[in-house]
């Protein structure tokens, strides 16, 4: 079994809640569109690309902490989330969207 802890991110227009393994990848993730109340859930290696992962705070101090996965719909169609300590953004069709990360664990 794996520990897992989870990382929110949360802006104006997405929410994204991932479950981080103990292997310090995503091991998956619910992106919520606050407009439409749309949830997708990425579950399969094909649908989350671990770029980088870097949790190395969680007492307040996030800014060397590190985001960058790759969430891919069956489709074809991605979201790149980053994160530098608790500001990230998510792309999406050549658009950007702000997301606050909080990394309590």
Do not use: P
Request: charge should be neutral; proline fraction near 0%; hydrophobic fraction near 30%.
């Amino acid at each position: 079994a794996h520990a897992t802890d989870g990382l929110d991110c949360s802006g104006d227009v997405y929410f994204l809640g991932m479950s981080v393994g103990s292997d310090n990848t995503v091991d998956s993730a619910t992106l919520v569109d606050k407009r439409t109340k749309i949830s997708t859930t990425y579950r399969l290696a094909e649908e989350i690309e671990n770029r980088q992962l870097i949790w190395v705070d969680s007492e307040g101090d996030f800014s060397a902490n590190r985001l960058e996965i790759v969430l891919r719909k069956k489709d074809g169609t991605s979201f790149i989330v980053e994160a530098k300590g608790r500001k990230g953004v998510l792309r999406h069709r050549k658009e950007t969207y702000k997301l606050n990360c909080d990394w309590e664990r």
